[in-house]
């Protein structure tokens, strides 16, 4: 394992990473990103062949394992004075019961000058010195009673040496030397001689409670009950040790590279965060920090080799030889957004849900095909459903891979590492009731290996690792992968040639409609009728002709979604799952499918017997052309919203196409693509305004007010009125609007409200053509009745809605548990309609 630092100057050492067991290929050839507050380390893993070790060096590897992550990231003793419990060094000669760990492995360090790929190539000098270290550490705490200066032996006349636990030596030695403390097992870096002495005034920098002691020697001998030797010596300022992170994702390193804010302390804070220590309770270990350096890198690395394992476990299971799958594309589709990495299952599953959907969509089409729509629709929910989906995925145990909460660097153990930060097991998993108040943290293992998770992660998992394979070897890989699940969808080409044989063939008294259509798409139909299929509508199958577009609409659905989900996933690799997702909802969409069949004049070509579907067409039809048309109609979401029956032709002759051409997705595309140009990108993507509002709300502090009143009588019939504000910093908002059903209210008003942020000059909204055919709502303020109240805060205004005067006192019940005052603020805030709280932090010194 390599190292290397984005800094100059600052440098890690290089390890050997000794198993017993064989590693995948990707976690064996692995290079990754490290990213710490302030720099970047890339880190280089490669196999390097087979090492035989003795019985003595394997003792002393473990040794020198156990000593660095027990004394860097644990503890080297159990009990203390306080507590009552005796002091034990758990790297006693009896320390079997840290060497449980199911995966044995070592880290050991390399030799710089070394660079043969065998045994040699260990840096055994560092090695031994740690042993020694423990050896040390054995014999001080073998007694009933530790006796530190009784064992200790080192030159006391030489007054220019300083004095270490087990040596002396020059002063200049001991600059970036690591050295561990005798007394508490702690690991330190030591910076540089002191100017003080353990007969010096005690500063408080060893501990807390600096106030009860007067001098250093005082110090050790009251809480230690050590009485040092050398209290006339110098002492050394140290670095202590600290906590591993996760340094897996690069938001650590974006977050670094930022300008330092106003009020930051962590110059101040490093500059404080140093130890003074009389040099005779202190072991050197005789090697530099590079080494200690990059032992905060292992949690990290390690976590990362063990989730490629686990990736490539789940791959074996799934046994498909035909495709070269990514391992790292396979811990992606097993990795929620809890990890907080920089990927998760999320656009995967997208993907997935998709290629499922259209998978089963083909094989029902196929297999049966006697059934209408709603039974093909039934069908195929109880296939691709949630449900179902679980019960797939817990039937091939997915659950046991699924990565569901962010790395904890400090639950991480190597083996030879104790424990420090138990999770006792609360999970009552023998119980035969669970109810449903138990105190659980979605995603965190226990000690005994439980863990919770929601069904729907399971779900979402199976589509991902459908998406997966589908992205590495296409519709055959993904399959593959349906086929282990046990979800039996296979499309054999028989049924295809069935279907066709059995299609619509009456198609001649037409044939001018036909060629019409095939000019607008740009592709001459093998089988005709397929065609004539697509544009009949259910009410002439009724009357007489006995078929109708409703089956290849079912189909035509689930192709359009591949096509256009696939299209968005590979066009906009950057884009997050949460703006895939948006993108996906504004391009399949009925409403985006209508204005196609509207520009390409496709609705001219339906074949029906509907007298009132004309009308609707029409109306939809110049609602399109005629932007200028009458205000007060605009608010009604009959003009705006594009009959169904359009939408439904153009899936339906995406379906027809398909078949036509024996599933051959290309073609299809290659004909849509044109026709559904331009297909919305990341910067013309326009939300829905209520959900734009919302989003605007959240982000900036203030809280969204919402009331839905039904029953409002109107001249065009009952509608449902909402009615929403928002109390900005001097004033209130206040729109209604209405609509045939909660959601069109809701976006009326939102659209009405977003005019008036950009008014304010607060947002230049995302969407601003859906608010454009609201920008002159004050002139039909009589329609609508809207109130624009903008008291001053802190003053009653009749009419503003501000339910009560800001200037009384409330009392708000607040709970007294972690993070409760918050979130009682945030309540509080949010029931009067008040902006969200700021919070300022500043570093305050105690004052005794």
């Known amino acids: ?212 002691f007067h001098t250093f020697a005082e110090y050790f001998e009251k809480k230690y009950d050590i009485v040092l030797r050398h209290p006339s010596q110098p002492l050394l300022v140290l670095k202590p040790s600290h906590r591993p992170h996760n340094i897996l994702s690069s938001k650590l390193r974006d977050e670094g590279n930022g300008e330092k804010k106003k009020g930051d302390t962590s110059d101040i804070t490093k500059a404080n965060n140093r130890v003074h220590m009389p040099p005779e309770l202190l072991i050197p270990l005789n090697f530099s920090d590079d080494i200690l350096r990059t032992f905060y890198l292992f949690p990290s690395l390690m976590h990362r080799i063990e989730t490629l394992m686990l990736a490539s476990q789940l791959k074996s299971e799934i046994s498909y030889d035909d495709s070269n799958v990514s391992s790292f594309l396979i811990l992606e589709a097993i990795t929620t957004l809890r990890c907080s990495e920089d990927f998760s299952m999320e656009r995967l599953e997208l993907l997935g849900d998709s290629v499922l959907k259209y998978v089963v969509s083909c094989h029902l089409f196929l297999k049966f095909p006697n059934m209408d729509e709603g039974q093909l629709t039934s069908s195929r929910v109880d296939i691709i459903s949630n449900a179902a989906l679980y019960g797939f995925g817990i039937e091939h145990k997915i659950q046991g891979y699924i990565r569901d ?113 095939e000019a607008k798409l740009g592709y001459v139909f093998l089988m005709k009728g397929l065609l004539l299929e697509a544009l009949t509508h259910p009410s002439l199958q009724e009357s007489a002709e006995g078929y109708s577009y409703e089956r290849l609409e079912f189909l035509g659905d689930a192709v359009l979604d591949i096509l256009l989900t696939r299209h968005l996933f590979y066009s906009h690799k950057d884009t997050d799952e949460g703006e895939l997702t948006d993108l996906r909802s504004a391009s399949v969409n009925n409403e985006n499918f209508a204005q196609l069949a509207v520009k390409h004049k496709l609705y001219q070509f339906l074949q029906h017997s509907s007298g009132k579907l004309p009308e609707n067409i029409t109306e939809y039809v110049d609602s399109l052309e005629n932007p200028s048309m009458d205000k007060v109609n605009l608010l009604s979401d009959a003009a705006l919203r594009g009959p169904k029956v359009l939408g439904d032709v153009v899936e339906s002759i995406a379906g027809a196409i398909l078949i036509d051409r024996k599933l051959d997705l290309e073609v299809v595309w290659g004909i849509f693509k044109p026709l559904l140009s331009p297909i919305v990108t990341p910067e013309k993507l326009e939300l829905p305004p209520f959900r734009e509002l919302l989003e605007w709300c959240n982000k900036s502090g203030y809280f969204l007010g919402i009331k839905c009143t039904d029953g409002i009588k109107r001249t065009d019939g009952d509608k449902i009125e909402a009615t929403l504000d928002v109390q900005l910093k001097e004033t209130l908002l206040v729109r209604q609007g209405c609509g045939k059903s909660k959601k069109d209210a809701k976006a009326h008003a939102a659209s009405m409200l977003l005019k008036d942020l950009e008014v304010e000059g607060l947002i230049v909204p995302k969407n601003a053509s859906n608010t454009q055919q609201f920008q002159d709502h004050r002139n039909i303020f009589d329609a609508m009745d809207i109130q624009l109240s903008t008291p001053t805060r802190g003053k009653r205004s009749a009419g503003s809605k501000i339910a009560a005067s800001l200037d009384k006192p409330v009392d708000w019940p607040v709970r007294m548990s972690k993070g409760g005052p918050r979130a009682g603020l945030y309540e509080f805030c949010k029931k009067l309609q008040w902006p969200a709280p700021n919070f300022d932090c500043a570093k305050v010194a105690c004052v005794n």
């Open 1 to 212: 394992m390599k190292f290397l630092c984005d800094q100059v100057g600052q440098k890690y050492s290089n390890f050997v990473l000794l198993i017993d067991k064989t590693i995948a290929h990707e976690a064996a050839n692995l290079d990754i990103d490290l990213f710490l507050h302030d720099k970047m380390v890339k880190a280089s893993v490669s196999p390097c062949g087979l090492f035989e070790l003795d019985v003595q060096q394997l003792e002393q590897a473990k040794l020198f394992q156990a000593l660095l992550f027990n004394g860097l990231f644990g503890k080297l003793f159990t009990g203390s004075k306080s507590s009552g419990v005796p002091r034990e060094f758990i790297l006693s000669k009896d320390d079997t019961f840290i060497w449980n760990n199911p995966n044995m492995y070592l880290i050991l360090p390399m030799d710089p000058t070394v660079e043969s790929h065998d045994i040699s190539c260990i840096n055994w000098r560092v090695i031994d010195e740690a042993a020694t270290a423990v050896k040390l550490l054995r014999k001080i705490y073998s007694e009933e009673k530790m006796n530190i200066l009784g064992i200790l032996d080192f030159d006391q006349n030489d007054e220019d040496l300083i004095h270490l636990a087990n040596t002396s030596c020059e002063a200049h030695f001991l600059r970036n030397v690591v050295v561990l403390a005798v007394h508490t097992g702690k690991i330190y870096t030591a910076l540089h001689v002191a100017d003080l002495s353990a007969n010096s005034t005690f500063d408080g920098a060893a501990d807390e409670k600096g106030t009860e």
């Open 405 to 517: 909460a962010a790395f904890d660097p400090r639950r991480w153990l190597a083996p030879g590492q104790l424990s420090i930060h138990p999770v006792p097991c609360n999970c009552r998993v023998n119980s035969e009731v669970v109810t449903e108040d138990i105190n659980v943290k979605v995603g965190q293992l226990c000690d005994k290996g439980h863990r919770w998770m929601c069904s729907k992660t399971i779900s979402d998992c199976v589509e991902a690792i459908i998406g997966a394979y589908y992205v590495e070897g296409g519709l055959r890989a993904a399959m593959a992968v349906l086929k282990w699940l046990g979800i039996n969808v296979e499309v054999e080409e028989e049924l295809i040639g069935q279907f066709l044989s059995a299609s619509v063939q009456t198609y001649l008294p037409k044939n001018d409609v036909i060629e019409k259509v």
